[in-house]
């Protein structure tokens, strides 16, 4: 089954509900056992055990095995945020007297839960050049744990060799694991290239409509049982409504990274010919540095890019921002809708350095018309560069 008839099939049996199409939402805390046996087993009967809310319910379980299935692992846990699932993912895996490598160009918060709690709990971080392929093998030491990669990276958009890093990784006794959100379980199968844990923050593409927190853990067997039961220890869970909301979202995932994709391939392309630009950082475009790598691994480019524009007034930034319409800023992307906003690529960097011509603008193309949100981005780039 190819995966857009996946989205369509995954994680919904209507013949169990009552031929409704949609699975039911189950909020759950207590579950009641039917005989003191059944309770000492944990068992209710033939299917999946559902055991308390915390454990997950068949909403939960619905969404697991749909992600799993499209991640290409053997399982996976959700949990409330993106950033919760990268942090369980770590927690799970390290400990003290660990080594972690990850790349320095990575999600902003999660290089925050290295730096102190990771740090708080013996656990050494060492930050790593993105564009390293096998030669991170020199930073590899006796007691690394885990390679932790997030291709393209933050912000900045590089595109990571990562079977060479895996190669290098599991040469060494290494696991690879991967903040997969910016392809989405759709254009990158982290599985078929040595991930080892791949997480999603589900809040941007899976949900799509900037109305949920969600994250997902999938893992191959080996890591996997590791992820479930720290997840319970640390007494995570997904909220059934979120769950839901993130199912339906799945629906329609392939139909709307399609015109994520096209959109912002259209506007980096356009973008890359103002005058006010210095150059757009887009691994679809050929010109990319990441384009090459990108081009063998990946199966498309979802929506989110960088521009740098030429040197400018920081108040004709603001006033080309401030003046957009279609473009909304805010934190997160994922959604429908067009997002805009500065970002400082260089700011937390401790291994490379950043060189850019101008400010940094992250974009994300939302599901809008292209005419519509080139007419915006043109009339805020003429207000920026008319500004005295
Ligand atoms: C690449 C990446 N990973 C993880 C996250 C965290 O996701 P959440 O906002 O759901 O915690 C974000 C959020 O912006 C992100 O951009």
Known sequence: MKDQTKLAVLGRDSRANHGIVN????????????????????????????????????????????????????DAVLTPSGLSAITLALTATLGSGDHLLVLDAVYGPTRRFCDQTLTRFGVETTYYDPLLGREISALIRPNTKVVFVESPASNSFEVQDIPAIAEAAHSAGALVMMDNTWASPLFFKPFEHGVDVSIQAATKYISGHADVMLGTVTATEAAMDRIRRTALELGLNAAPDDCYLALRGLRTMAVRLKQHQETALALANWLAGRPEVARVIHPGLPSDPGHRVWQRDFLGASGLFGVVLKPCPEKALEAMLDGLELFGMGFSWGGYESLILPTDPGRERVATTWEAEGPCLRIHAGLEDLEDLKEDLKKGLERLAGFR
């Open 23 to 74: 699975p039911p939402v189950y909020h759950a805390s207590t579950v009641l056992f039917p005989t003191v046996e059944a309770l000492r087993n944990r068992n209710q009967g033939p299917g999946r055990k559902v055991v308390y809310g915390l454990h997950g319910t068949p909403t939960t379980f619905a969404l697991e095995e749909a992600v799993a299935e499209l991640e290409g692992g053997v």
